[in-house]
């Protein structure tokens, strides 16, 4: 059987006599020479590079923690079969940690004038747009000794949107909402409520809620039904200032609060009501305005799929500006901050009278689930120094949060985990009581 390849040059090599081999110039010739001639002619039979027609294909968007399936077409419009080894390179954080070398490394056979495709499987570790690098290709000739290699750029752009992990508190929710509305057996009632429809007086029915008039023209008690303000504004505002980068367990505070926006946007347009978004620290980062109730999750999703915490401290003055400029009417202003003190004291609260007099304004925080913790422990020195030291730090929160309440101020302080329920459960209350 015919060797190639390696083994057929080592077995040329192996013919040459032992007395060819001695060091002298004759027998380096007789050695080198073979092996020259046979990778000048790898080299020559190796496909060209240059000429190949690359094209992509694929995932454009997914949300974090997916797997996106990337298409490399290879076309060899040349003579020669390719033999190729390609990377296709992305930025790190586009793979899983010690992922990356078998997930983009391929080896692919492309005889001539046909075409193949490569699939490269990402799988991001962070939010934003993932940029496709170079596409490098090392090309081969038959005998696998010497090969062409050359970079072709491929742009391709993934991006990576936020997972919304708290859609699953959305049915619950969804279902206190029709109650709201009316739409089951229980209505529920409260002051600047919208008047719906009268129906006969049953024993525990607020008193308060008897039509009298329609009573005297029935001759029977009738009491008045209720459902929640409908069309209202929600603006919802997103901190993107250097609180915001602090991490609580694997991510950002900014991850937490725009989960927390998503589940309520996602409520508050089942709800009827029109939500805008404004990610801020010393100018916008981010706008949503005006969009139908179909496109406001995934114009929030899109807009906040880039957002990343700057490390500079907000700027509370052209904060409140600029959400009295784009909520021009009564509005409920959601703001997503955080509750530490210097920043609220020396910064929001002096502005919050100019919020207050014209918006419903509802503050929402993340708070850190290991101070809990650690207020709890005991049993050795260090311990108690760190329980006396988070027992002084929630303590410090619950102060500015008093200090907001008593300016008007609704506060929802709440760990990753229950922050978005627990806000949209504010909401809700809100909306029972007519106070959109």
């Known amino acids: 059987m015919a060797l190639t390849g390696r083994a057929a040059l080592l077995a040329a090599l192996g013919s040459i006599p032992v007395g060819v081999l001695e060091p002298s110039w004759a027998g380096m010739l007789a050695v080198n020479a073979p092996i020259a001639l046979a990778c000048a002619v790898d080299y020559a039979l190796a496909a060209p590079v240059r000429s190949l027609v690359l094209a992509r294909s694929g995932d454009t968007s997914i949300r974090l923690g997916e797997p996106a399936n990337v298409h490399l077409t290879v076309t060899n419009p040349g003579r020669r079969t390719l033999r190729a080894r390609v990377r296709d390179a992305w930025p790190p954080s586009s793979w899983t940690p010690g992922t990356e070398a078998a997930a983009s490394r391929h080896e692919v056979v492309v005889p001539a004038g046909e075409r193949r495709r490569l699939t490269t499987r990402l799988r991001p570790t962070r939010r934003g747009d993932r940029r496709a690098d170079r596409v490098t290709i090392r090309s081969y000739g038959p005998l696998g000794l010497w090969a062409r290699q050359g970079s072709h750029s491929a742009a391709w752009t993934v991006r990576v949107l936020p997972p919304f992990t708290s859609?699953?508190?959305?049915?619950?929710?969804?279902?206190?909402?029709?109650?709201?509305?009316?739409?089951?057996?229980?209505?529920?009632?409260?002051?600047?409520?919208?008047?719906?429809?009268?129906?006969?007086?049953?024993?525990?029915?607020?008193?308060?809620?008897?039509?009298?008039?329609?009573?005297?023209?029935?001759?029977?008690?009738?009491?008045?039904?209720?459902?929640?303000?409908?069309?209202?504004?929600?603006?919802?505002?997103?901190?993107?200032?250097?609180?915001?980068?602090?991490?609580?367990?694997?991510?950002?505070?900014?991850?937490?609060s725009m989960d927390a926006a998503l589940l309520l946007a996602a409520l508050a347009t089942r709800a009827g009501d029109r939500v805008d978004l404004l990610a801020h620290d010393r100018r916008p980062r981010a706008q949503v305005q005006g969009r139908a109730a179909a496109d406001v999750l995934p114009s929030f999703v899109n807009a906040m799929a880039t957002l990343e915490p700057e490390l500079v401290e907000t700027d509370s003055r052209t904060l409140v500006s600029t959400i009295l400029r784009n909520a021009p009417r009564r509005s409920l202003v959601v703001l997503l901050t955080s509750l530490d003190a210097a920043p609220i004291e020396e910064g929001l609260l002096p502005l919050l009278p100019r919020l207050t007099q014209r918006h419903t304004v509802l503050l929402a925080s993340v708070a850190d689930p290991h101070v809990a913790a650690m207020a709890a422990s005991r049993g050795t020195v260090d311990a108690v120094y760190e329980a006396a030291a988070a027992t002084q730090t929630q303590a410090q929160r619950?102060?500015?949060?008093?200090?907001?309440?008593?300016?008007?101020?609704?506060?929802?302080?709440?760990?990753?985990?229950?922050?978005?329920?627990?806000?949209a459960d504010a909401y809700l209350s809100l909306k029972a009581a007519g106070r959109l």
């Open 167 to 256: 859609r699953k508190h959305l049915p619950s929710r969804l279902a206190r909402l029709r109650e709201l509305d009316g739409r089951t057996s229980l209505l529920t009632r409260g002051e600047g409520t919208e008047f719906d429809s009268l129906r006969d007086y049953v024993p525990g029915d607020d008193t308060r809620s008897i039509d009298w008039r329609a009573t005297a023209r029935q001759h029977k008690v009738a009491v008045r039904t209720w459902r929640p303000e409908r069309d209202r504004h929600i603006l919802i505002c997103l901190d993107t200032g250097r609180t915001s980068a602090g991490r609580v367990g694997d991510a950002p505070r900014l991850d937490s």
């Open 398 to 423: 619950r102060r500015t949060s008093d200090q907001l309440t008593r300016h008007g101020v609704h506060v929802v302080d709440g760990t990753p985990d229950t922050l978005a329920p627990t806000l």
